[in-house]
């Protein structure tokens, strides 16, 4: 019998789980499930960089690697004037996310199954992408994922918000980004967080 796994479209055991998170004083609703990434509560990496993104109005705002939806769901909330969207490769974090959304009943936010390795595209420019790389992919897959965010953010304004534990890589991800990216700093450092900002493609 095959493994299941969060990378592969294969169907997972079902446990619905409801709970709550409050980040700068903003309430998000959250439905979760097996199978997805911290499933219980929202993970210390995610909190720690959404209580770092503070910047002028956004227009269009990406949640790269979405899980259930809780970086832009929060986003969408901060920036109600913008409009976010959720990708993911999993299909059931992409269901999750349509039910958070309809549960903290957003309108400028949409979720679609995407494999951002491979299917990024150029055809919309973002403002603001926020993304907590999935350990478990492996270095080749989350560089990948880094390389194509330069075809897709806005060149010149755009903001790429990246958080990343020492341990598991941080220092090889700030330096693969100087090489794709004028303007590479860190921005918050907390508990071992590194919560990393890029802008300007090369």
Known sequence: MQKQHYFID??????????????????VLINSDEGIFSKNKLDAG????????????????????CGYGIVGLYLAKRY???????????VKAIELSKMNIQKNQLTNIQANFEDASLKIHASKKYDLIAFNPPIKAGKKTIFAIIKNTTF????????L??????SQ??????????????DVKVIKKKA????????KPI
Do not use: C, H, W
């Open 161 to 166: 918000v990246i958080v990343n534990l020492k």
């Open 10 to 27: 294969s169907p997972l055991s079902s446990n619905l789980i409801e709970f709550k998170v409050v980040i700068n004083g903003l309430e």
């Open 152 to 159: 897709v953010l806005n060149k010149r304004t755009g903001k």
């Open 46 to 65: 995610t909190a720690i960089m959404l209580e770092s993104i503070n910047y002028p109005a956004r227009k269009n705002i990406l949640d790269l690697g």
């Open 192 to 199: 071992g967080y590194f919560v990393i900002e890029a802008s």
């Open 169 to 182: 890589g941080a220092p090889s991800t700030i330096k693969f980004l100087a090489e794709l990216y004028q």
């Open 80 to 90: 109600p004037d913008s409009q976010v969207f959720l990708r993911d490769i999993n």
